[in-house]
């Protein structure tokens, strides 16, 4: 999700071509770019990406991965990688490093990613703890509406609710125009409780920060947080040590004005429960996407694991995902950190 500019970018695709230089290879059958024509241009001026030489970066990511990670297992089809490359803008280190990651996150844990497929949240789906909206928000973003409010914590751990949130992550991923656009979150925090702020504490955050910040190809382009309560400084302490400043310059906390938030997203996209226009907050839509989606899950998070990836031995995964070695006293620091907050 790093999308500062690389002055020194590894791929060729910054590179200056003489005229003795060989064409780009033709796109082959495999690939067929779904972008449009504002989209090719918003890829280019922001990504890097030139789609004269979008296959020829593809392979030599794909070469690198042969050469350097020979027992990754990992798809290496061109629009998986692309989407890598893109989240990295076409640097082929950063992207490999990133797919390293990307398979570290999902073998260090195990809780979150094995048997990772709608048919077994449904319970987490019906509960309307999250959604995506049906309108995207004036850049394309999709807009990915959180409601902590819905879980109750007796039903199902908390990591029930961390799976349904990479469900989804996955699920938009796979569209080239949300690889180019990124995403935009839309928390909202009304009636959050101590008790309940308090099942996520800095072991979990850590985890799925770094997850979403080092582990995931996916560009989060604004975080808005509405109806927060005062508990949610103690909350945004707990995160804000682990977030990089470009991340955490990208949280936006209105409270319950909702005015503020509609000059970031328009009535018009939103929700009547977040002072929109669009109609009532609808779940069953989304969820009918996901379900639909069950068989991709089954092939790629349901199948037995390699007993070992030898690179994904050597190299140690993200900050925060080290092994589920949790500190005796994070839970009363949490909860220390929370009552602060009154």
């Known amino acids: 999700m790093s999308e500062e500019s690389d002055s020194l970018r590894t791929s060729p695709s910054v590179a200056s071509l003489s005229e003795n230089e060989l064409p780009p290879p033709a796109e082959p059958p495999g690939y067929v770019c779904s972008l449009t024509e504002d989209l090719v241009t918003k890829a ?48 082929y280190d950063r992207a490999l490093q990133l797919l390293v990651n990307y398979h570290s996150c999902r073998r260090s844990w195990p809780e979150v990613f094995n048997n990772l497929k709608p048919s077994a949240l449904k319970d987490v789906l ?31 751990p908390i990591t029930e609710n961390i799976r349904a949130i990479y469900l989804t992550l996955e699920k938009l991923i796979q569209s ?13 925090y009304k009636g959050v409780s101590l008790s309940k702020a308090s099942h996520f504490g800095p072991f979990i955050a850590k985890k799925v920060i770094g997850i979403l910040q080092d582990g995931f190809p996916i560009r989060i382009k604004a975080v808005h947080v509405v109806n927060e309560p005062r508990i949610f400084k103690g909350i945004f302490a707990i995160i804000k040590p682990f977030l990089k400043e470009k991340i955490a310059n990208r949280f936006f906390l209105h409270g319950s004005n909702l005015n503020s938030l ?36 089954v092939r790629e998070f349901c199948q037995p694991v390699p007993v070992c990836d030898s690179i994904l031995g050597q190299a140690p995964p993200p900050e925060g995902l080290t092994p589920d070695v949790q500190c005796d006293d994070s839970l009363r620091a949490v909860k220390s950190q929370l009552y602060s907050c009154y």
């Open 262 to 297: 509609h000059t970031s997203l328009p009535r018009s996209i939103l929700p009547k429960e977040y002072g929109g226009t669009a109609g009532e907050l609808d779940i069953t839509a989304w969820n009918a996407v996901l379900l639909a989606s069950e068989e991709d899950f």
């Open 44 to 91: 280019r001026e922001e990504l890097q990406e030139k789609p004269e030489w979008r296959l020829r970066d593809v392979q030599a990511l794909r070469d690198m991965v042969r050469k350097e990670c020979p027992n990754l297992s990992t798809s290496l089809d061109d629009a998986f990688l692309l989407r890598f490359l893109r989240a990295r803008k076409f640097d």
């Open 176 to 188: 080239e125009e949300t690889q180019v656009n990124g995403i935009v979150i839309l928390a909202d």
């Open 126 to 156: 019906a509960s309307g703890f999250l959604t995506v909206l049906p309108h995207t928000d004036p850049r394309g973003c999709h807009i990915l509406c959180m409601r902590p409010d819905r879980w109750i914590p007796s039903n199902y």
